[in-house]
């Protein structure tokens, strides 16, 4: 596919499933060179993490602190989904093919950069971030910050790219990029303050506490990081269906608004400090609302499926 080809929706009725494979296999067969990197570099991250999660597990290691095996788990999980998220949906985004090379060849250099960093450490007994005891540990401390860096501007970048206008891809799926790449780049953000939040006490010679308190933020972090999937997934789905696109996009804008309100509410009682597993019933009714309306749209989307007649989706052309 090239910029500015055309998607659609085929009338033809089809099995779901079969369907379904097509279009997933069209993302790889007709994708560029650099697509391609990304999705076996985010499946190389996806095994590291399992792999390191099974090590856990199997060795019944601690699941806590900065030397845990979770880390490495986490890492390379959530930046392998999110790389190739990333990668899929910015398919549809109207780029240049230099500047997709360039944005996407970055983007994937930061995520590998940063698990295989954060791995490095935790098999060295070290830890990771906020650790500058050594040159070396310094030097990896400040490669952890430049590749976090490098990621917020790809995603600002990629973030203001997919509000340019594209009537070649359906609006729900618009909708669906444009709130999931504002959510990642909060994410970032929020990663960003934890990390200066942890150097600036280790810059004051509280290094311990940077180590216990610099991850306050964490699941403010991980809900955000995820509608990058989550929501373009939802809209793929509904692209299977047969719904008028007015319809689809009203079930996203739904599920996009139980996302932010999900998210908002988290961020709201992690920033106050709030055990996020007693939320006060003025923050647990929302948080159930945003919950509720992400769990119906799914389902029905799903009910959909099995009861409607099947399209192609939308493809990778």
Known sequence: MRAGSDRRVSNTAVPTLQAMKISLLSFWHRGRAVERIGYLVGAVLLASG????????IGGGSWAGPLSLRKPTTFGLSFGLTLIAVTWV??????????????????????????????LQTWRGVPSHFNVETTFDAFVTRGLAGGGVTLVIAILMLSVIAFRSNPAVPPSMRLAIQVGFLTLLGAQIIGGVMIARGMILVFRGDAQTAYATGGMLKPTHAVTMHAILILPAL???????????RRR????????????????VIAIGNVAGVDLSHLPGVMSAPLAVGALLLVATGGLTLLALGREPAHHGIQHS
């Open 50 to 57: 399992l792999i390191h999660f099974a090590l856990l597990a």
């Open 90 to 119: 910015t398919s549809f985004l109207k780029l240049r093919d230099r500047a997709r090379n360039t944005i996407l060849g970055v983007f994937t250099a930061a995520c590998a950069l940063e698990t295989a960093l954060v791995s």
């Open 235 to 245: 809209a793929w789905l509904l692209s299977f269906v047969d719904w008028s696109e």
């Open 249 to 264: 996009e009203r079930v996203v804008r739904l599920a996009s608004l139980g996302y932010v309100v999900l998210a908002t």
